[in-house]
């Protein structure tokens, strides 16, 4: 079975492909930089349709607010040429195609503070980001044979975001700080079970929405738990500000400190039903304090390769 993938340098895609031909498949990888098999930008559609037939695609390009060349001004045109033209173009050229199978983000579901958001659940994106993915959707629905995989946030080798300041701060002080109160369950799901996921429905040929997210979900004080016991820390103050006035310098300054999606999810709980996932016999092999210490150690130990990379 022939499969491209898309953003095949980025985090994701890179373990997607790994995980695919491990099983055999005849993969073809794209990606706008990087050392893949074709280089080019999905946003331009004579490029998209230069690319070849196949049986299977998988949808792993897209911009997010920790890609390392976002613009500072001009976002909303950034986001949307990268995730909505590029959607659009995709799913032309892939109507009909056997499998499609493309990644989406949970900040698509309306974010109401509820205790778990379902597949079903509704969707209204709040941020520049995820209403460009959920743009996005719309084209990649009109493709037949569909399937979306909704990850919340993805852990492994080479992430950073909040755990790098975590780390440097508990390394050198003995003291983390972070917004809000951090008591409220946030998923995390590990790079290696969101391909593990999309290797199942291609396996099974299944199709509409499903969630990605890891057992045990934690809340970001027991992130930083996790963490202290695995840097071997045996005392770590905890340092919270207030989320209020965070909220509205990042409001006043057109939420560049903070996005949107990133201060509804340190103020409500972020936590996904995976039954459906599980039905097509997907089985994730990392909980979310497996993540958190995964995490760390690589931050510790691996940070010269995950320049490299």
Request: hydrophobic share 40%.
């Amino acid at each position: 079975m022939k499969v491209l993938v898309t953003g095949a340098n980025g985090f994701l895609g890179k373990e997607v492909v790994y995980i695919l031909k491990n099983n055999f498949f005849d993969v073809i990888s794209t990606d706008i930089v990087g050392n893949v098999d074709i280089v080019g930008d999905l946003s331009n559609k004579k490029f998209v349709d230069s690319l070849p037939l196949v049986d299977v695609v998988v949808n792993c390009a897209a911009v997010q607010y920790v890609t390392k060349n976002i613009p500072f001004f001009c976002r909303k045109k950034f986001f949307y040429k990268n995730n909505i033209e590029s959607a659009k173009n995709l799913s032309e050229k892939y109507k009909d195609i056997n499998i499609f199978v493309h990644i989406g983000t949970s900040m698509m579901y309306r974010q109401t503070g509820q205790n778990i958001y379902y597949t079903d659940s509704e969707m209204l994106a709040d941020g520049i980001y995820s209403k460009s993915k959920l743009e996005a959707q719309k084209y990649i629905n009109n493709i037949n044979n569909q399937a979306t995989v909704i990850p919340c946030i993805i852990g492994g080798e080479c992430r950073e975001g909040l755990f790098k300041n975590f780390i440097g701060l508990m390394k050198k002080f003995s003291l983390v700080v972070y917004p809000g109160k951090g008591e409220h369950k946030i998923h995390m799901v590990h790079v290696k079970d969101v391909a593990s996921l999309i290797f199942k429905i291609i396996e099974t040929k299944s199709k509409g929405f499903f969630n990605v997210a890891a057992p045990e979900p934690l809340s970001i004080k027991e992130w930083v738990d996790n963490m202290q016991e695995e840097m071997n820390i045996k005392k770590v103050r905890h340092f919270k500000i207030p989320l209020l006035p965070i909220s509205l310098l990042s409001k006043l300054l057109f939420y560049r400190i903070l996005a949107r999606e990133q201060l509804l999810m340190l103020k409500f709980s972020h936590v996904l039903d995976i039954s459906k996932s599980l039905e097509i016999g997907w089985e994730p092999q990392f909980n979310n304090a497996q993540i958190a210490k995964d995490i760390t150690k690589n931050l510790i130990k691996g940070e010269k390769k995950c320049l490299k990379n």
